[in-house]
């Protein structure tokens, strides 16, 4: 496998921010929509996607020479369902008490288009390392947004930030839990799916225009594959 | 090179996909053996723990897994715990479910000998994060409401939450849910009132 001419520090850029998963490829909306009711479950998600998109794109990588471009969807699938499926019970057998706060978001990771994007956009067109390195990325990324968007649903929804962090990081991050309005009523919207979408497109807005802002020469983005 | 030419051809398609089925299907397999044990360790465990959880220390003696009785409740089998100290029957945990606001709400209902509630404990529920999920312990005290009640000392009347004419709280901006394990809480201590004898008078 030949690593030369990635460019790493273009991939880990395009993953944190150019191609952001979600804020630039908009690819895993049903995960993002469903999870980012608070800054602690978006993060949650975001670290278990990270860790089987670093698997799923090194394992993709491994195996690209052998197969053939018109098979090579379903071969995906069935790798990813299978590292998923192989973490959840790995999870639940040996690390049960983190399961309990993990499990809920690792069987949503099967629905995860992002993973099953890179796969096909990177994995299998580069080297094992290299995909290694863009599935970190890419996770981090990804990661980062759904903490932002949980964080701005959470704030505006019920007036708490990282609310419960301790159950998932442990209880020397207790810290993080801050009840930033007191006696706040919250509103119910920004945790319902609505919000989700609401908070989606201003985080969108703010992004396009910071990017216009630092005035930018990059040319827009491809389209991405699918969006689930 | 010769896998290129190999790659084109339909058998190596259909070569590949039945590959890696079967590997990724070995794969299950050899994890789901391997796994099984120390699942069904960890969920006897979490049982255990919630069932210690419902029932206050010292109340029972015996091994409550063990002495798990079926009772036939209108056709619902239940599974009801049967928790004895030295020999006499002294308290019972069951599960029970209410409707919450989106979809089912599993509770743990512990009991003493007389049916008074010694402890409640969601095990699963879907309420909207924030607002219904203040039925769990960890994120309120809510639950613990029900504990020393009974269907004695509180009226069927009051078994209600606030707005509704009860004495159980809502919370701001979510009726339904306090509402849902309301009614299950009742519900279930009638279930343990109509089948007392038959739970008490289980074989040992």
């Not at chain 2, 419902?54 to 049967?82: F, H, I, Q, S, W």
């Not at chain 2, 994120?139 to 009347?157: G, M």
């Amino acid at each position: 496998m030949s690593e030369a001419g990635v460019a790493y520090g273009k991939v880990m850029r395009d993953g944190l921010w150019d191609q952001n998963v979600v804020f630039s490829q908009l690819l895993a909306m049903c995960p993002t929509m469903a999870v980012t009711t608070s800054g602690t479950n978006g993060l949650g998600m975001g670290l278990a996607t990270t860790a089987v998109l670093v698997a799923s794109n090194m394992l993709i990588s491994a195996i690209r020479n052998y197969v053939s471009d018109q098979v090579r969807i379903p071969v995906f699938v069935v790798v990813i369902a299978t590292l998923v499926t192989l973490v959840d019970m790995s999870l639940n057998a040996w690390l049960h008490e983190l399961y309990k706060v993990l499990g809920l978001f690792i069987a949503l990771i099967v629905v995860n288009c992002a993973i099953l994007g890179r796969a096909e956009a990177f994995a299998f067109k580069n080297g094992v390392v290299a995909s290694a390195v863009d599935g970190l990325a890419m996770g981090l990324g990804f990661t980062f947004a759904l903490t932002v968007m949980g964080l701005v649903r959470e704030l505006i929804g019920s007036g708490t930030l990282f609310s419960q962090a301790s159950l998932l990081l442990g209880p020397s991050f207790s810290f993080l839990e801050m009840k930033v309005i007191p006696d706040y009523v919250g509103v119910l919207m920004m945790i319902l799916p609505p919000g989700g979408f609401l908070a989606l497109g201003f985080l969108l807005v703010a992004k396009r225009q910071l990017e216009r802002r630092l005035a930018s020469r990059r040319v827009p983005e491809p389209a991405s594959h699918c969006a689930v | 090179m010769q896998i290129d030419a190999l790659r084109e051809r339909i058998p190596y398609h259909g070569g590949l996909l039945a590959f890696f089925t079967l590997v990724t299907s070995l794969a299950l397999l050899t994890a789901n053996r391997i796994t099984l044990p120390a699942i069904e360790r960890a969920a006897q465990d979490d049982l255990k723990s919630s069932l210690e959880q419902v029932l206050p220390e010292g109340m029972t003696d015996n091994d409550l897994l063990a002495a798990a009785v079926e009772v036939d409740d209108n056709g619902v089998k239940r599974t009801v715990y049967r928790g004895t100290k030295a020999g006499a029957f002294s308290a019972a945990v069951f599960g029970f479910s209410g409707r919450g606001y989106a979809g089912e709400i599993k509770l743990l209902i512990g009991v003493d000998a007389g049916g008074t509630v010694t402890g409640v404990r969601v095990l699963k529920h879907a309420e909207t994060p924030g607002l219904g999920d203040k039925i769990e312990v960890a994120k309120s005290d809510w639950i613990r409401s029900f504990e020393k009640k009974s269907l004695e000392n509180t009226p069927v009347a009051a078994w209600a939450v606030k707005k509704d004419g009860g004495q159980f709280d809502q919370f701001a901006g979510a009726t339904i849910t306090p509402r849902g394990v309301v009614k299950a809480v009742k519900e279930g201590l009638q279930f343990f009132a109509a089948h007392r004898e038959e739970i008490a008078g289980a074989a040992k």
